[in-house]
Nanobody, 116 residues
Framework: HVQLVESGGGSVQGGGSLRLSCAAS?????MGWFRQAPGKERAEVAR????????YYADSVKGRFTISQDNAKKTLYLEMNSLQPEDTAMYYC?????????????WGQGTQVTVS
């Protein structure tokens, strides 16, 4: 079982930046970030295939967010720039296994991001 703990959330003004971190208890072949705003379904933000470093982004965040990892520290990051009010959500770290695509199995408790 993989345990995940997010940190780095907070409140920022539009155009600002935040860097989220996710500390993992073990290495996973897939890592990613999801977010959920009040009244909306959880949506994928970005994912990374840990071995290759291959990344994928939701269209809504392309060019603004960057997902990265430090495998030695078992830590996942999400650099968020040019934040907008629509980015306000609870952000969750996820881990899983790689097949044809990533299969998500583990979730963190979330960290709140508020943009005003």
């Amino acid at each position: 079982h993989v345990q995940l703990v997010e940190s780095g959330g907070g409140s920022v003004q539009g155009g600002g930046s935040l860097r989220l971190s996710c500390a993992a208890s073990a290495y996973s072949t897939c890592m990613g970030w999801f977010r959920q705003a009040p009244g909306k379904e959880r949506a994928e933000v970005a994912r990374i295939r840990s071995a290759s470093g291959r990344t994928y982004y939701a269209d809504s965040v392309k060019g603004r967010f960057t997902i990265s990892q430090d495998n030695a520290k078992k830590t996942l990051y999400l650099e968020m720039n040019s934040l907008q009010p629509e980015d306000t959500a609870m952000y969750y770290c996820a881990a899983g296994t790689l097949g044809v695509s990533c299969r998500w199995s583990y979730w963190g408790q979330g960290t709140q991001v508020t943009v005003s």
